[in-house]
C-alpha cells in the first residue's frame, strides 16, 4: 500500500523477517570510506530498519536517475520505521498482527521519501525494492509475507491506508509532527536513515 502527495510517498509493507545474523549479512556494501567504521545494531530491528533503508538509497543512486549524484544520494532522506507488536491498548495497527499464532518475526514497516529534493525529481523506490526483496534478493534477504485471505486483507487495509493518511498528513507538518504519529501509534518502533554511519 502508499499514499502521496505532491511532496512525500509514503509506503505500508508487512511480513516475517529473517534472524539478527541473516540481515547483517544481506547489508548492502557502504562506501569505500566507511567501509572500516563498526556499525553496532542494538536489536535485529534496529539492524533491518537500517538494512531496508539502505538498499532504498542504493537502488536509486544506481538508477541514474535525476539524483545519480553520490552527494544527493546520501542526502535525500529514505526513511524506515519498523513496527513491533502492540504495546498499549487501542494500538493502531493491532489488527495486523497474528493472534492466534503468536509470532515474534513478525513486523510492519513504513516507509518514506520526498518526491523532490533540492530541485531534483525522486523516485519512489519502495515499491521496486520489494520487488527485488522477493525476487533476486530472495535467498540472501528472506522477507516472507502474510497468506492473507481476500476478505482479511479488505479489513486489515482500512486500518493500514488510514494509518498510512495520518503519517503523509503528519510529514507534510515537520519532523515533529512525524514522531508523535508513531510515539502515539501504540506500537514499539525503531527508525533508520540507512546512511553509512547510523
Known sequence: MYRW???????????????FQTIIDA???????YRRTKIDFRSRDEALAWTLSAYARRLAWHWRYEIAW?????????????????ISEGAQLAEWFPRETPNTDY???????PRRYDGFRVPPVWPTLYSILKGEYKKTFPIRHRRLEKGEFSALKKTG??????VLSAYEHGRDAVDQAFRASGHRYWFSLGLPIP
Open 107 to 113: 513486523r510492519l514497516m513504513i516507509h518514506y521519501n
Open 5 to 19: 502527495d505532491e511532496d512525500n510517498f509514503v509506503f505500508f509493507s508487512e511480513a516475517y523477517v529473517p534472524n
Open 161 to 166: 491506508e488510514a494509518f498510512l493518511a495520518e
Open 70 to 86: 553520490e552527494e544527493n544520494a546520501f542526502k535525500i532522506p529514505f526513511e524506515t520505521w519498523v513496527l513491533g507488536p502492540p
Open 27 to 33: 547489508q548492502p556494501r557502504r562506501p569505500l570510506q
